[in-house]
């Protein structure tokens, strides 16, 4: 079983930044993929970002030049640092574990508005 604990979402102005986190009760190494993904609202849930346990990253275009997902496997946290952010990133971002299952957090709102 594998706990993942978000945090850092909130409200930010549209330019703004923001650094989520997620928090690994295992350690990453042993995730084969950690990712971050994001619903807004009537929309389905769509992947952000990920990294694997090798360090390889991939991003939706959407976030490509913008968003940054990066690992401390000390901390066993993964990070996705969001900047530039824009009206429509609005939305309830999630971190997902790929091991022997899928393993979700329970979300954290982010919010970009003037």
């Known amino acids: 079983q594998v706990q993942l604990v978000e945090s850092g979402g909130g409200l930010v102005q549209p330019g703004g930044s923001l650094r989520l986190s997620c928090a690994s009760s295992r350690s990453i190494f042993n995730i084969n993929v950690m990712g971050w993904y994001r619903q807004a609202p009537g929309k389905e849930r769509e992947l952000v970002a990920a990294?694997?346990?090798?360090?390889?990253?991939n991003y939706a275009d959407s976030v490509k030049g913008r968003f940054t997902i990066s690992r401390d496997v000390v901390k066993d946290t993964v990070y996705l640092q969001m900047n530039s952010l824009k009206p429509e990133d609005t939305a309830v971002y999630y971190c997902q574990g790929r091991a022997s299952r899928i393993y979700w957090g329970q979300g954290t709102q982010v919010t970009v508005s003037s």
């Open positions: 990294i694997t346990s090798g360090g390889s990253t």
